[in-house]
């Protein structure tokens, strides 16, 4: 009897686990594809290619948070007119071009419908090179915004950058934890971080002696926990408190503290469970 209720429970379980691999890829047919390229090459400032790279790093795991498309990486082929005919009815193309003139930092987003080769062009300036970074997810949410709208393109808008504070001693990219791709630091006591899982945060920053503190703002996302199983994370990610890090500058280049978040643990038996908690991190630069 057992035998024959642990038969039928498996298949129930195949059945189940058959339905939700059928939705979930009914669920990704229905967006449309987008193509990320890399901008012709006399777009972007040659004076500073890393920071190019990572603007376009930083926009590539914005637009794949968005779930708005499933993005097909070319960022290793520059963008041409001629790329448009080879793409299917309902693909779109985006890339940017990020460059420095007369003291200031523009940028210009491309989104290109492959139907009608309509293209939506979103420009803005910046006083500083950080301020692009900070404003990219908003700023892809206007491009996208924009194109729906059917606005091809928009008037140049000069976007501040803060005053610097005691934080511009360690502005600048971070690393050093396991999930994170990097912490980019910036004067005026704000932040962002960037998850392995294409997942972004914003958060703010102060100084007290030799004690930086880091807060999430970004609301809740169970993207920021990728340690936690996703079910879970899904779960507890609402209600749970803003992660904080308190770090002790050592030197330059190095952080040493703790951060304070949801923790997964696991008892003898395997089972799960998540709490508020602490772990010691360190970020190096």
């Known amino acids: 009897m057992n035998c024959i209720i642990q038969c039928r429970l498996k298949k129930l379980v195949f059945v189940f686990s058959l339905i939700f691999m059928c939705l979930a890829a009914y669920s990704q047919a229905d967006k ?33 948070s968005l779930d708005l498309f499933i993005i097909r990486d070319k960022r290793d082929t520059e963008y041409s007119p001629d790329l448009i005919k080879k ?21 210009k987003m491309h989104l290109i419908e492959a139907a009608s080769a309509k293209e939506t062009v979103l420009q803005n300036s910046y006083e500083g090179y950080y301020k692009i970074l900070m404003e990219a997810k908003s700023s892809l949410t206007a491009l996208i915004k924009q194109f729906n709208t059917g606005n091809t393109s928009s008037a140049p808008q000069e976007i501040p950058a803060q005053p610097a504070a005691a934080t511009g001693n360690i502005s600048g990219t971070w690393f050093g934890e396991n999930h994170i791709d990097k912490i980019v630091l910036l004067r005026g006591g704000r932040g962002f971080v960037i998850f392995k899982n294409g997942a972004s945060m914003n958060i703010s920053v102060s100084i007290d002696g030799n004690t930086v503190t880091a807060v999430q703002q970004s609301k809740p996302d169970a993207s920021f926990f990728p340690d936690i199983p996703r079910e879970t994370a899904l779960i507890k990610a609402p209600d749970a408190a803003p992660i904080r890090w308190e770090l002790t500058i050592k030197n330059d280049s190095l952080m040493q503290g703790v951060k304070s978040g949801l923790v997964a643990e696991y008892d003898a038996a395997g089972v799960l469970s998540v709490r508020e908690g602490s772990t010691p991190v360190e970020w190096h630069r």
């Open 87 to 107: 793409h299917a009815a309902n693909d779109f193309l985006f890339y940017a071009e990020i460059y420095e003139k007369n003291g200031e930092w523009l940028s």
């Open 32 to 64: 449309p594809a987008l193509y990320f390229y890399a901008a012709p090459a006399s777009s972007s400032s040659p004076e500073d290619p890393a920071a190019v790279k990572m603007t376009r790093d930083l926009l590539f795991s914005q637009l794949s």
